[in-house]
C-alpha cells in the first residue's frame, strides 16, 4: 500500500481536500471547493496538469467530494494508481475525550455529534465530510484528527476557568486550545532545527494566520494555549476579538439589546483587525499602515501588543525558553509583527536579527547568533501532520 492519505476538511460551505504522501508531505495533489449549496458554487483542483476552476453549482458536500473525485479522475493523478492508504479528517473539537488521532467508525461518529454543542459551527461541517467519504471510500480506513488533541497535555490549573465547578463536570466548561495540528508540528520541526530532541526543548508557539494561537510547548507537551472553550479566546485575529472582559456580553445584551446570537457573531465575524480597522486580510491592512491609515495602525498595535503579552506570560510559564517559533500566513510573512511584539524582550534573552528577520533565510532563525531564546520561522503544514498521523494509526493497527 502507498503512502498517500486524502485529507479532507470540510466547513459549513465548503470542502478542502489535499492529496499527500505520508512520508514525504509532497502534495500530490489538493483543491477547495467553496459557496456549497449556492447558486454559483467554485472549484479550484490543483494537480500534475497545473490548475483548473469552474463555477457549476455544487448542491451538497456530497457532490462536492463528487466533483472533487471527478477532477481526479479527469486532470489526475489518479487515485486507483495510488492506492491510498486511508482518508484523514480535521475535526475541529474532541472535546476531553480525544487526545490522539482515532479510527472513524459509527461509535466515532456518534461520539463526535455529542460535542456539537462545545463546536456549533464546526463540528456539524466536520461530521459532514466524514459521512460523505465514508460513503464514497468504504473500504479505506478513515482517520479523525482532532484540533484540539495536542492541547489535551495542558494541566488542571491551565485548562479550568474559575467558575463554578459544575460548569465542567455537567457541561465540559473549560480551556480546549485549537490549531493543536499544526503546534504540534510546528514544535517537532523546531526542534530539529535546534538540533535538540523535542523533549528537552520548551518553546514559545505563535500560529498566526487567520485564527491566530499561541502555545507554551515543554518537553513536546502543550501546557499552556492562548484558545479556550472555543477559538474565541486568546490573541488578535482576522475577525476574532480574542480575549475580552466578558461582562461586555451583558453590557450589549441589557443596554443594547442584542441577542446572544449577535453577539456572538459580532465577536466571531466583525471583531479582530476588521473590527478595528475594516480589513481582516493582513496583506492588505499592512499596505494601508504603511499609507498612513491610523486605524490600520491601531490594529496592528493591538494586535503585536497582545502577542507580546502572550510572550511574557508564557515565559513565565515556562521559566526558560530554548525558541519562539513564527507560523501560519502572518507569522510567516510578515516581519514588521515579528519585530514590534518581540520588541524590547533583550532582558529576557530575545534578540532579534533584524536582517535575517526582513529576509528569513532556509534555516529560519531569525534571531541573532548571541541571542539565548532563538526566534524561528517555520511554515507550518497541517495536511501533512494529518497524513502522519493517519498513516501511523494505520499502520500501528496492522502490525
Ligand atoms: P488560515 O488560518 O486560513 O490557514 P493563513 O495561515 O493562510 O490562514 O494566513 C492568512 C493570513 O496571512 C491573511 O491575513 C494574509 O493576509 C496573511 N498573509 C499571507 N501572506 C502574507 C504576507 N506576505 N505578508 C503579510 N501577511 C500575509
Known amino acids: 500500500m502507498s503512502d498517500h492519505v486524502l485529507v479532507i476538511n470540510a466547513g459549513s460551505s465548503s470542502l478542502k481536500y489535499s492529496l499527500i ?57 489518479s487515485l486507483d494508481d495510488l492506492e491510498l492508504a486511508a482518508v484523514g479528517h480535521r475535526v475541529v473539537h474532541g472535546g476531553s475525550k480525544f487526545s490522539a488521532p482515532v479510527l472513524i467508525d459509527d461509535a466515532l461518529v456518534a461520539e463526535v455529534t455529542e460535542l456539537v454543542p462545545l463546536a456549533p459551527l464546526h463540528n456539524p461541517a466536520n461530521l459532514e465530510g466524514i459521512k460523505v467519504a465514508r460513503r464514497l471510500f468504504p473500504d479505506l480506513p478513515q482517520v479523525a484528527v482532532f484540533d484540539t488533541a495536542f492541547h489535551q497535555t495542558l494541566p488542571p490549573h491551565a485548562y479550568t476557568y474559575a467558575v463554578p465547578a459544575e460548569w465542567l463536570e455537567e457541561h465540559g466548561i473549560r480551556r480546549y486550545g485549537f490549531h493543536g495540528t499544526s503546534h504540534s508540528f510546528v514544535a517537532e520541526q523546531a526542534a530539529q532545527r535546534l538540533n535538540r530532541e523535542l523533549a528537552d526543548v520548551n518553546l514559545i508557539v505563535l500560529h498566526l494566520g487567520n485564527g491566530c494561537s499561541a502555545s507554551a510547548v515543554q518537553g513536546g507537551r502543550s501546557v499552556e494555549t492562548s484558545m479556550g472553550m472555543t477559538p474565541l479566546e486568546g490573541l488578535v485575529m482576522g475577525t476574532r476579538s480574542g480575549d475580552l472582559d466578558p461582562a461586555i456580553h451583558g453590557h450589549l445584551a ?14 466571531n465575524a466583525k471583531s479582530g483587525l476588521k473590527g478595528l480597522a475594516g480589513e481582516n486580510d493582513f496583506r492588505e491592512l499592512s499596505r494601508r499602515r504603511d499609507a498612513g491609515d491610523e486605524k490600520a495602525q ?21 521559566g526558560t525558553v530554548d525558541a519562539i517559533v513564527f507560523t501560519a500566513g502572518v507569522g510567516q510573512h510578515s516581519a514588521d509583527v515579528r519585530s514590534a511584539a518581540l520588541q524590547g524582550l533583550e532582558r529576557l534573552g530575545i534578540r532579534l536579527d533584524p536582517v535575517r528577520n526582513a529576509d528569513p533565510a532556509e534555516d529560519g532563525v531569525v534571531s541573532t547568533g548571541d541571542s539565548d531564546v532563538a526566534v524561528l520561522v517555520i511554515p507550518t503544514n497541517e495536511e501533512w501532520e494529518i497524513a502522519r498521523q493517519a ?9
Open 391 to 399: 498513516v501511523a494509526l494505520v499502520d500501528q493497527r496492522e502490525e
Open 254 to 267: 441589557r443596554e443594547l439589546g442584542w441577542s446572544i446570537d449577535e453577539i456572538d457573531k459580532a465577536l
Open 298 to 318: 491601531l490594529a496592528f498595535d493591538v494586535y503585536c501588543h497582545r502577542i507580546k503579552k502572550y510572550v511574557g506570560a508564557y515565559y513565565a510559564v515556562l
Open 21 to 77: 504522501h505520508a512520508g514525504s508531505g509532497e502534495a500530490a495533489a489538493d483543491g477547495l471547493i467553496e459557496r456549497i449549496g449556492e447558486s454559483e458554487s467554485h472549484q479550484k483542483h490543483r494537480g500534475p496538469d497545473g490548475e483548473t476552476e469552474s463555477s457549476d453549482p455544487i448542491a451538497s458536500h456530497e457532490d462536492a467530494l463528487r466533483a472533487a473525485l471527478d477532477a481526479f479522475e479527469k486532470h489526475g493523478p
